[in-house]
Each structure stands twice: as structure tokens, then as C-alpha cells.
């Protein structure tokens, strides 16, 4: 074949193929075998299970959101010697461990069948950690083929008790290292505390530790794996809301014509198995990072998590309260009813909200008062539990500070 391309699985079954047209821009179909698979599922809602080709605009936002964004793309581009513009080069060097349950693979290629872990000793960890600024997801070293979205480095892991391996070839890791962001106070501290303050109010977030070694660093278990009844780890089948609604990694701001709130409520409502249930937890996630001070809340903060009945909305990640780092903007990524300045937003923005995702106001006002009259209290207490389990925080002040001044 003159354009072999690139294969795709979904867990260890290839699902379709993905290649270049005379033109160079993307084309995926999906395999016959799959397509007659009992129970095939789509790689996106984007992508329904179909015989025909899709073509780039429909097939590209969905692989080029499989992969790093910023300067960890532009740097692990530089470790691969390709262009840093070239995602259809960088999925065939990096696509073996993506978010979700998808390979992307050389073409004949197909997963490792037996998982390889090597143990880190702390040292080791310690380098890795250091190294991963100018080599992001260790690109180009042997036998690593690991993809992250996002523009913050992180370091997918598989983790027994507090013991951490390298995953490689095709083998899946269970949690995700984040190292502090450079040039931000404690990041890391932040990040723990929002997702912990998250879970006592009542949202669907992944177990999260700090964890205090050479380095402090974040760490979340992901919830895209599973464990199976072999006690091995599984992949679940995930995509993020750009992906879903068919939107480029460039394009998650509501700013720059990404995704609006109304579009998320309104995914959920059409495509969710649990539709009710996943808008009241939307909802919730909206106010809950208008409370924080979270202005980076878009779209691929979002995703959809494919069950054995279907999809529905996965457990909430990447909350972190934004506004404590004067650098960053303070505008929201998207807007709550029609406005994206948080000092200006009034109870009639949160009404005209409710009517454009056809949420009662009441409800929506409601929630917003019980949530401000409990996130204090929670706060406070959680505060006295993080520093008893991993130190002083002085980010925590801040955040706090930030939090009542917006109840």
C-alpha cells in the first residue's frame, strides 16, 4: 500500500485507519471488522460508527486533541526532530498511550500484548522529573510512546501502593504525575486542594494526593482505567468536550470560537445516558470554578466517558483556582450569560444563563447560594486536614481570599 497510514485501537481491537490524502490532510474510516464488532463503539461522538471516510474537517479535531498543546508540543517535537505542525508525525511517534482507551499506532503495528512496567527508585524519578521541561512525556527515548493533552507537563504512571513504574511499549498506566509549574506559586499544593475542596462539595473527582519525595508532586488517579477482575489495568474509552463537539485544540477558548456553556448543557443533553443527572453536574462544576477563581474552565477540562450503556460525563479534573497568579487573565473561558468578567457577573447573568441551557433559574440560584454558603466552612476544614497530611500550604490563604470574594 503507497499510504499505509497509521492504525487506531480501541483498547486492543483496531477500530479504523488514519492516513494522509493527496493533499495531506487527514482521512479516517473505520474497519469493517469493527463496524460489525457486537458492541463497537465510536471513537467520538463526532465520529459515528459509519462505512463511509471522514474526511479532515471532521476526522483531525478529534486525533489532534489526542495530543500535547504549547511548548510541550513544540518541545517534544524538537526531541523528535519533526514539525511541531505535523500531528500526523507526532501521533505515529508519541500515539501508543493516549487519553481514553485509543492507540494510534504505525501501520501492521499492533499493542504490546503483555504490559512492561520498570520501577522508578526515587533518584530516578528525580531526573525524570527535572528532564521533563526539555524532554516533555520522555519523547524520544526507546520504547516510550506516551501522548497527553494539555499544555502543562505531566507524566502518566503506573502506580502499586506508592511504588511508581514506567509504563512502555503499549503497556497502560493508572495515575498522572504533574510536577510544579514553573513561575507559579505551588501549583501542585493548588491543584490538591481545589480537587480535595471539590469532592466535599459534592463533585465526581479522581482520588488525588501530593506526594513528598526529591520532589513534591501532584498526582491523580485516572479515571479513564479501570482494574480488571485479573487485577490488571483497563482502559476506558474517553473523549474531551472539544473532541465531542468537534472543535480544534486552538479553539477551547469560548474567546477564540471554541465551545460555549450552552453547547456543553446541550451535548450532555443529547448524547448523555444519564442527560438530568450530568446537567446538574455540569451546573455544578460551572458554579464550583466561579467559587475557586478557576478562569482556565473550558472545554477540554470537560469529557465524556464511554460506559458499557454509553457515554456520559466523566469525573471532573484540572480544577484549580487561577486567580491567585496575577499574570494570568481573569476572564473566564466561557462566558455566564453573556459575560466573562467575574466582577461583573450579577444574579441576572446567572438567570440568563438558566434560560439559555433551559435550567429553572431557581435551581440555578439555589445552588449557587448553597454551594457559597458551604464552600467557606468546607474550605476551612479541609485546610486543617491538608496541612496535617502534607505541611504548610500558604496557597491556601489565597485561595480562600479569592473564594470569599466571590459568595
Known amino acids: 500500500m503507497d499510504n499505509p497510514g497509521l492504525d487506531v485501537y480501541l483498547r486492543d481491537q483496531k477500530a479504523g485507519r488514519l492516513w494522509f490524502d493527496e493533499k495531506r490532510r487527514f482521512v479516517f474510516q473505520y474497519d469493517e471488522a469493527w463496524l460489525r464488532e457486537k458492541g463497537a463503539i465510536p471513537l467520538s461522538l463526532h465520529l459515528p460508527l459509519r462505512a463511509e471516510i471522514y474526511p479532515d474537517d471532521l476526522s483531525r479535531p478529534f486525533f489532534s486533541n489526542l495530543l500535547p498543546e504549547a511548548e510541550i508540543k513544540r518541545a517534544v517535537a524538537r526531541h523528535l526532530r519533526i514539525s511541531e505542525i505535523n500531528d500526523f508525525a507526532m501521533l505515529n511517534s508519541i500515539g501508543g498511550e493516549c487519553a481514553g482507551a485509543v492507540s494510534v499506532l504505525p501501520a501492521g503495528a499492533t499493542p504490546t500484548v503483555k504490559p512492561g512496567y ?27 510512546r506516551l501522548s497527553l493533552a494539555g499544555a502543562q507537563n505531566k507524566l502518566p504512571v503506573y502506580m502499586e501502593d506508592d511504588r511508581i513504574f514506567i509504563a512502555s ?68 474509552h474517553q473523549e474531551d468536550f472539544c473532541q465531542a463537539l468537534g472543535f480544534l485544540p486552538d479553539q477551547k477558548y469560548e474567546s477564540e470560537g471554541g465551545p460555549s456553556l450552552q453547547q456543553c448543557f446541550t451535548l450532555l443533553q443529547g448524547k448523555s445516558i444519564r442527560p438530568a443527572a450530568d ?41 484549580i483556582c487561577t486567580m491567585v497568579y496575577p499574570d494570568l487573565t481573569e476572564k473566564l473561558a466561557m462566558r455566564i ?35 457559597s454558603a458551604a464552600i467557606i466552612p468546607a474550605a476551612q476544614t479541609l485546610s486543617s486536614d491538608f496541612t496535617n497530611s502534607f505541611g504548610t500550604c500558604r496557597i491556601i490563604e489565597k485561595i480562600l481570599a479569592v473564594i470569599r470574594k466571590r459568595i
Open 118 to 144: 520498570r520501577e522508578l527508585n526515587e533518584e530516578e524519578l528525580h531526573r525524570i522529573i527535572i528532564d521533563l521541561p526539555r524532554r516533555p512525556l520522555m519523547a524520544g527515548m526507546e520504547g516510550m
Open 279 to 319: 446537567r446538574m453536574a455540569l451546573l455544578r462544576w460551572g458554579i464550583f470554578n466561579f467559587l475557586i477563581g478557576n478562569a482556565d474552565a473550558h472545554a477540554k477540562n470537560l469529557a465524556m466517558i464511554f460506559m458499557d450503556r454509553g457515554p456520559r460525563l466523566a469525573p471532573h479534573y484540572d480544577l
Open 169 to 236: 511499549g503499549n503497556a497502560p498506566s493508572s495515575h498522572i504525575l504533574k510536577p510544579p509549574i514553573r513561575d507559579l506559586e505551588d501549583t501542585v499544593g493548588n491543584e490538591a486542594f481545589c480537587m480535595m475542596l471539590a469532592q466535599r462539595l459534592g463533585l465526581s473527582v479522581p482520588p488525588v494526593t501530593i506526594r513528598r519525595g526529591l520532589d513534591r508532586i501532584y498526582i491523580i488517579a485516572r479515571y479513564d482505567r479501570s482494574r480488571g477482575t485479573d487485577g490488571r489495568v483497563v482502559r476506558l
Open 337 to 371: 450569560g453573556g459575560e466573562n468578567r467575574p466582577s461583573w457577573i450579577q444574579r441576572k447573568h446567572w438567570e440568563r444563563f438558566g434560560d439559555s441551557v433551559a435550567i429553572k433559574r431557581s435551581l440555578i440560584l439555589k445552588m449557587l447560594k448553597d454551594m
